[in-house]
């Protein structure tokens, strides 16, 4: 695994923050539609139907999802049935100024969770470029006035996103860790290591979801817009987001590719000020410098 930043590596690392913003916009505009949990079962039903033609061959018998079962059921918990789950989840009781708030806390969690569980070691150079991040991210979300960071209140919803954000954590140190020891069919397809993880937590959701409806009484308000809302998080943010996150991660480790996740604000940023008809703002481009400047300052060698 190198440590080096090139063009590829970059581009496979922004990719999924800026789908992971589209995620959290879409899943706030159809939070009334279908219950979260349930939410989060359907987008990966769909995803794996998706992966099933392109690698439907881990299904044999012999194959390494069946002798590295333990491995792959781990990584469907914590990526496919905890992660989205609880992020859907926060966004019933809490704002997305807090959901994205609490998300911010990514490289520090990263890094955290590396030292005192994987033996990674950390580097004032990370630990500064985490503090430059985490700024790029609060000036967004106080679109430059700092006074509304003062208005905030935590709520359930809080405390859901910042379980979600130690599930992925730990599910990116994970990825790297017995990264070698994976079996080979399923290593060296994409799309086979993805599906085995989606196996399981596709069974992990679903049995949330089956608790969902279980202990409240539910429903879904089918329609079109539901429909293209399930496809794109199945499609984008599940799929290619994941794809891009898993190889990204591989390549860098799972501390600097934290950093990166904090570009999600600041594309949702942009992306409600253009469904709102806004201009981009000053604010905008000096928190993508400090954001950026705290991935290169925590890349370097």
Known sequence: ????????????????????AGNAVVGRLVHEMVPPITLNFLRWAIALLILLPMASFIYRRGSGLWTHWR??????????????ALQYLALQSSTPINVTLVAASMPVWMLAIGWMFFRAKVSPKQVAGAALSIAGVVL??????????????????DLFMMLATIAWSVYSWLLTLGREQDPQDIRADWAAFLLAQVTFGVL???AFAAGEWAIADRHIAWSWSLAAALLFVAV???????RCWGAGVQRVGPNIAAFFSNLTPLF???????????APHLFHGVAFALIVGGIVLSSRQ
């Open 236 to 242: 984008g943010p599940a799929v290619v987001a994941f």
């Open 268 to 278: 949702a940023a942009l992306m409600s000020s253009a469904f709102l008809g806004e």
């Open 1 to 20: 695994m190198t440590h080096s930043l090139t063009p590829s590596t970059i581009l496979m690392l922004v990719v999924p923050p800026f789908l992971w």
């Open 204 to 206: 992990w959701s679903g």
């Open 71 to 84: 491995r792959f059921a781990v990584l469907g918990l914590l990526g496919v049935g905890l992660y989205n």
């Open 140 to 157: 967004v979300l106080s679109r430059g006035e700092w006074r509304q960071l003062l208005a905030l209140r935590l709520v359930p919803g």
